[in-house]
């Protein structure tokens, strides 16, 4: 297993990503196994947060792993499969909560704008690398976070954002030693466990669409996906 499910007591589930030889960039089965595990946890009325985390305080998620040996059509199913990925993160009924620590790279950067709260490690590499490679990925959660005219900076660029600047654009909760940001996250839902469950699931839903989310990242899908199909796409090995 690739992705590693704790539950913690009062409805908390910590998923950590365990590929720490790759700096957890996201190969095919590991996308199965994170989407799989999102399911699982977005049925489970007990629910109350999510830790979206990892094994390895060097790396979120480095991104695609483009080394593994695909045809075009694996190509394309690993594509889809990161478009499900992110509409599941998002369709989380509870506030989740990204341990941003290392490595938080393409994949990884759409992981922690999609989480509802982030905690960066002071070893924080936050990248929306999309642009090098012609990936059309990025507009669609980075702009309601940080404005039309920085997310435009941030993703055309793919410069590195750093702990210090992604709390002062709002995109960390807080910044803490890298090998202290989970338990500072698990710190934090078990703060929001002390709200009305009901209620933290209600405003969940009322975020998402006030905010229009899906549509947006419905709509950055399945350019995506098309990229893969007819463009240039992800190297695949």
């Not at 007990?46 to 985390?53: F, G, I, M, P, T």
């Not at 807080?174 to 078990?190: F, H």
């Amino acid at each position: 297993m690739t992705v590693l499910l704790e539950r913690l007591p009062d409805g908390i589930a910590v998923l950590r990503i365990d590929r720490p030889e790759r700096r957890n960039a996201l190969d095919s089965a590991t996308l199965a196994t994170f989407n799989r595990l999102l399911a699982e946890l977005s049925a489970d009325d007990d629910l109350r947060a999510v830790v979206l985390s990892t094994t390895s305080s060097r790396a979120l998620c480095a991104g695609a792993d483009v080394g593994e040996q695909l045809d075009a059509e694996g190509g394309v199913a690993r594509m889809e499969a990161f478009a499900e990925l992110y509409r599941r993160v998002e369709e989380v009924p509870v506030p989740t909560i990204a341990v941003c620590v290392g490595n938080c790279v393409g994949a990884g950067a759409e992981i922690v704008a999609g989480a509802d709260l982030r905690v960066a490690g002071d070893n924080l590499h936050l990248a929306w690398a999309g642009a090098r490679l012609g990936v059309p990925v990025g507009p669609a959660r980075l702009t309601p976070l940080v404005g039309l005219a920085r997310a435009k900076e941030l993703v055309y660029t793919g410069r590195v954002v750093r702990a210090d600047e992604a709390l002062a654009l709002g995109l960390a909760t807080r910044v803490v030693p890298a090998d202290e940001a989970e338990a500072a996250a698990i710190e934090i839902a078990t703060a929001l466990t002390a709200q009305s469950p009901q209620g933290l699931r209600t405003l969940k839903t009322m975020f998402r669409e006030f905010e229009a989310a899906l549509p947006r990242i419905d709509a950055e899908n399945r350019r995506l996906v098309d990229f893969q199909r007819h463009g240039t796409g992800l190297p695949q090995g």
